[in-house]
């Protein structure tokens, strides 16, 4: 890996309809795509300092409002309007090894983040969108810039997680319409038309980004360990050519790990229960719940709020019977029993 170089990690501002740019510290965008359930550490890198950066968006075809965009050139060959058929940077960066026997071809122009993480849950998710210039005209040709997510650890040695809905490889060759939009058809259901360079709106209009065509949200998915720790590699190239952009945006906090339930329910506390007056819910710490709602038997929401490390809950109007208390992560929920005397 080698060094870039490091610009302040900002945010863009003022977005209307466009995508806008921001700070390109591979540290920094690694937080910014960790999500809940998974702790980060161990952060390497090898890409031009124009290939990756923060990104703020409201454009069409891609929903990701913010997140993180890594090239195989320039971040500004992602912007639009798509008023150009073939734009792109030739950065003159080398390629990735691991990448060249996946497509078994010669990769430039990689864009590659490394890290380590460790996951509280039992499957892994980081969501992503695949977008590429290349598209229509280069499709099952040679160039067929490729973008993989490798996992290293308990079960696994350098495994690509990042797969189409056929299992193959996150391809120009394996997600398109064709080579003019028309078929024959390759995983056609998760791809996106985004104009050609020359057809409004996408050419006149920067709702659209330059890209002429994008997947839509897909899912890098893993069955992990609680607990251990796991390697995880992404990277995104040129094929063939180091000429047209591909780039791939991933979604802020979007890298999750699911958390069995018992992971919640020891992370709880709810007390006194029975309850007269009030009880209180109290967190232990490094709990991932964040809010809870109580309900009555018909279902009907009596009282909701954000949790605290101690929350306590007035339950001296309340009628005697039971309630259920959800108790609410971003990753999941548990509800639990509370008993009115």
Request: aromatic share 12%.
């Amino acid at each position: 890996m080698k060094s870039i170089l490091i610009t302040l990690f900002v945010l863009p501002f003022g977005l209307s309809a466009q995508i806008g740019m921001g700070g390109n510290n591979p540290y920094a965008l690694v937080d910014e795509i960790a999500g809940t359930a998974v702790t980060v550490s161990n952060v390497d890198y090898s890409l031009w300092y124009d290939a990756v950066s923060y990104f703020g968006a409201n454009v069409q075809n891609m929903p990701f409002e913010t997140g993180v965009l890594m090239t195989t050139g320039s971040k500004y060959c992602a912007m639009g309007p798509n008023h150009n058929s073939g734009h792109g940077v030739d950065n003159l960066e080398p390629g990735f090894g691991f990448l060249n026997t996946i497509v078994d071809g010669q990769t430039k122009n990689a864009a590659v983040l490394v890290f380590d993480f460790v996951p509280l849950g039992d499957t892994l998710y980081l969501p992503y969108i695949f977008g590429s210039d290349e598209y229509p005209e280069y499709v099952s040709t040679t160039f067929k810039d490729v973008f993989v997510v490798i996992i290293n650890g308990p079960g696994y040695d350098s495994v690509n997680i990042a797969r189409a809905p056929d299992n193959s490889i996150i391809s120009i060759n394996t997600v398109n319409n064709g080579t003019a939009n028309f078929g024959p058809c390759m995983n056609c259901s998760v791809y996106q038309y985004n104009g050609d360079g020359s057809t409004s709106p996408y050419s006149s209009s920067d709702m659209y980004l330059q890209y002429d065509g994008l997947t839509k949200p897909l899912v890098a998915k893993a069955a992990v360990v609680p607990g251990q720790t796991y390697h995880l590699t992404l990277a995104i190239a040129d094929v063939g050519d180091g000429i047209l952009d591909s780039g791939v945006f991933l979604k802020s906090r979007g890298m999750t790990a699911d958390v069995p339930s018992y992971i919640l329910e020891s992370s709880v506390d709810v007390y006194p229960n029975p309850v007269t007056d009030q009880f209180t819910i109290s967190l232990k710490e490094g709990s991932l719940l964040e809010s809870y709602e109580l309900v009555d038997v018909s279902g009907k929401c009596l009282d909701k709020g954000e949790l605290g490390s101690f929350t306590q809950v007035d339950f001296s109007e309340m009628a005697s019977g039971m309630y259920h208390l959800h108790l609410i992560a971003k990753t999941g929920s548990i509800t639990k029993k509370v008993v009115k005397y």
